[in-house]
């Protein structure tokens, strides 16, 4: 079964700890890419990968770390100084970033909440 | 003004009923565009792109209008089961980006 996952599906966190959170696909994409999500709003980009070992900071970048050591893997870290990291978070893949049409994918999302 | 914009609604129909939502976009150099429907706490889904000619896909229908700036999507013969959120999504074609932007989203709650 082709697909992307995320876990954990819920998470967590105290203030001043730093989280990651895991993004696996198997799809053989290229492009991964990291969106928050809060409520009542759209998607917005954090980060994203157009391929291995090479990543780009989205619109929010700031909080949030990436690495991009494995085609398959996109970890994203929401440091302690993301100062509202409680949100719905997504991965997505796409066949290759510089396509026009770059159909994304999505997991099913981590729900991060700051106790 | 916004990059994607939406009609939050929520459009409230009847089971049967065809419904229709616009999206207006800000870049007129945007290059490829789509709908998602997102499920309450899910993921967004790819419903369709949508192509310069238009597009059907059963009961569902999408147009772009270049001229404008604004895409559609048409729902015939509604169910129960489209009751969802509707994502209208533009890849601005930034420099040196693919990464897409989503609009807020419309909300559709179809009715027995």
């Known amino acids: 079964d082709g697909g992307i996952t995320q876990s954990p599906k819920y998470l967590f966190r105290k203030e001043g700890q730093n989280v990651t959170l895991s993004c696996e696909q198997n799809?053989?994409?290229?492009?991964m890419y990291w969106y928050r999500q809060d409520p009542g709003q759209g998607l917005r980009l954090i980060y994203y990968?157009?391929?291995?070992?090479?990543?780009q900071k989205g619109d929010i970048a700031e909080g949030y770390s990436v690495s991009r050591e494995k085609k398959e893997s996109f970890p994203l870290t929401v440091t302690s100084a993301q100062k509202n990291p409680t949100a719905f978070y997504l991965c997505?893949?796409?066949?290759?970033?510089?396509?026009?049409?770059?159909?994304?994918?999505f997991g099913p999302g981590t729900r991060l909440t700051v106790l | 003004r916004k990059e994607v914009e939406q009609d939050p609604g929520p459009f409230n129909v009847p089971e049967g009923a065809t419904v229709a939502f616009n999206c207006t976009y800000s870049?007129?150099?945007?290059?490829?565009f789509f709908w998602y429907r997102q499920d309450c706490r899910k993921e967004p889904k790819l419903l369709m792109s949508?192509?310069?000619s238009g597009n059907e896909d059963g009961r569902f229908t999408a147009q772009l209008n270049r001229a404008s700036q604004y895409i559609s999507l048409l729902i015939r013969d509604s169910k129960l089961s489209d009751s969802a959120t509707y994502l209208c999504?533009?890849?601005?074609?930034?420099?040196?980006?693919?990464?897409?932007?989503f609009g807020s989203g419309t909300r559709l709650q179809v009715q027995p």
């Open positions: 997505a893949s796409s066949i290759s970033a510089g396509a026009v049409y770059n159909e994304q994918f």
């Open positions: 799809l053989n994409h290229d492009a």
């Open positions: 990968s157009q391929i291995v070992n090479d990543f």
């Open positions: 870049n007129s150099a945007s290059q490829s």
């Open positions: 949508v192509y310069s």
């Open positions: 999504v533009v890849n601005l074609g930034s420099t040196g980006r693919r990464a897409l932007t």
